[in-house]
């Protein structure tokens, strides 16, 4: 008995049923259609910037999301290397759309097992919760679009990059961890320290 006790217990990694057809934040006054639409994705499809740029659409820009379970994002790869660098969601898997252009895509499972794709306009690609993924625009005259949903009004995004190599961690520990030496983890470093 103890046991079946036990097993029916389970934790809670997503966003969490509300009890209302939905919140309104408590400094918000009016609750109109306004309060339900998003209109920053307005002109992100007249072209592309020259350096990856991600647009999202979940809690923090739109507030009516809360306690909803969904989010969007647009991802724009410019031509030539645009590249969304491996990362992860903590809180929801991702259901990526590509809209225009290619992408090469993939994601390393806990088995350290890589599945990748070239994707086409019209091709949809499924990251699981929580692993380790990347999208890469190869094409050297095309940029790329795609619109990822989201499980979770606040999907959470951790960088594998900045995670690792800015944020304090020793480069001591770096060197030894990625065997190199510390010379080739300072320019590591350096390469992703913010431009001025």
């Known amino acids: 008995m103890a046991k079946a006790k036990g097993n029916t217990k389970r934790a809670l990694a997503g966003d969490p049923d509300i009890l209302s057809d939905f919140i309104v934040p408590s400094n918000n006054t ?6 339900f639409t998003y209109t920053v994705f307005r002109g992100l499809f007249d072209g592309v910037p020259k350096t990856f740029k991600v647009t999202k659409a979940a809690l923090t820009e739109f507030p009516s999301l809360n306690g909803q379970s969904v989010s969007y994002a647009v991802l724009q790869f410019p031509a ?6 491996p990362h992860t969601h903590p809180r929801s898997a991702e259901l990526l759309f590509l809209v225009a252009g290619s992408l090469d895509v993939g994601f390393v499972d806990t088995k350290n097992i890589l599945y990748t794709q ?16 990347y999208q890469y625009n190869s094409q050297p005259d095309m940029s ?5 949903a989201f499980g979770s009004a606040n999907v959470g995004t951790v960088s594998v990059p900045l995670s690792v190599f800015a944020t304090g961690i020793d480069d001591e520990i770096l060197a ?7 010379d080739t983890i300072k320019k590591i470093k350096a390469g992703l320290a913010p431009q001025k």
Not at 30 to 35: E, I
Not at 80 to 85: A, Q, T
Not at 176 to 182: E, W
């Open 30 to 35: 009016k609750v109109d259609g306004a309060f």
């Open 80 to 85: 030539n290397g645009g590249v969304n660098p």
């Open 118 to 133: 070239k994707l086409q306009v019209g091709d949809i690609f499924a990251f699981p919760k929580r692993l380790i993924h």
């Open 144 to 148: 790329a679009i795609a619109v990822s």
């Open 176 to 182: 030894k961890s990625f065997k190199t030496d510390v």
